[in-house]
């Protein structure tokens, strides 16, 4: 494998040297593909590893900022709301042996003993719809993909721990914040609807239960026929009432899936 150039060590060397020791950002993006929850991972340069996106927090930068212009330099996506999850900070958090590897490719030993303390993440999630998922890999990076949540335990160091809390929060907040909007595209089915359910909480929905529930609590409106053709009877398509699935979720409406 490859070392750094020093012009790579160089301009590493000077970004950390902007940044606040032992507090690093993590951001978790879920996106729908019609039939998982998906998330992006990046490939650092001269790395087989797989991560989610993270860095880390300048001197003169807020928390918040430093994860929108991390995930925009790792991923490209720009323009997302962003929600904390989670803060993980245990004594124990601290991956010298896993990153002691990297003096093999060049990195220098104030490198190493920088980016090997013990650090604080702050986790970031946000939701984005697939048609608005393109990514790019930004500098330092060689690769960015989609995967599914339920290979995140391939990830390195805890960041499967980070996933599973991020997944976590998403269900806890799937009936009190306005989820629907962000995954789901202008027009849907009640099929795709459940699906989308389904990949949330991580088990299978009664198909009937779940249109009657849906239907029932009016927060979906009835536009017509399915956009594609079928021999059979086509699926109804529908759109979200926005103010009335606000409404429901301001009254903490429980659909009992």
């Not at 994860?67 to 991956?95: H, P, V, W, Y």
């Amino acid at each position: 494998m490859a070392q750094f150039t020093k012009e790579t060590i160089a301009l590493i060397r000077e970004e950390l040297k902007k940044c606040i020791p032992q507090l690093s950002i993590n951001c978790v993006i879920f996106r729908f593909d019609g039939e998982a929850l998906q998330i992006p991972v990046v490939q650092p340069m001269n790395a087989d590893a797989w991560s989610i996106p993270g860095g880390y927090v300048y001197q003169k930068e807020g928390i918040h900022d430093a994860a929108k212009r991390i995930l925009f330099e790792q991923t490209q996506m720009d323009n997302l709301i962003l929600s904390q999850f989670g803060t993980f900070g245990s004594a124990e958090r601290e991956f010298s042996k896993e990153i002691s590897g990297h003096t093999n490719l060049g990195f220098p030993k104030d490198i190493i003993d920088w980016i090997s303390q013990r650090f604080v993440t702050i986790g970031y999630y946000s939701i984005v719809q697939l048609k608005k998922s393109k990514l790019k890999p930004g500098l330092f990076f060689k690769e960015v993909k989609w995967i599914d949540i339920n290979d995140a335990d391939k990830l390195a160091l805890d960041h499967s721990v980070l996933v599973s809390e991020a997944v976590q929060t998403l269900r806890a907040e799937l009936q009190s914040r306005p989820l629907l909007s962000s995954f789901m595209p202008e027009t849907f089915t009640l099929p795709e609807l459940q699906k989308l359910y389904e990949a949330i909480l991580g088990r299978p929905v009664d198909r009937g239960n779940f249109r009657q529930r849906m239907l029932k609590s009016n927060i979906l409106i009835k536009i017509g026929p399915t956009r594609e053709k079928t021999k059979n009877r086509p699926p109804i398509l529908y759109r979200l009432d926005h103010k009335v699935y606000l409404d429901s979720l301001t009254h903490d409406i429980k659909y009992g899936f």
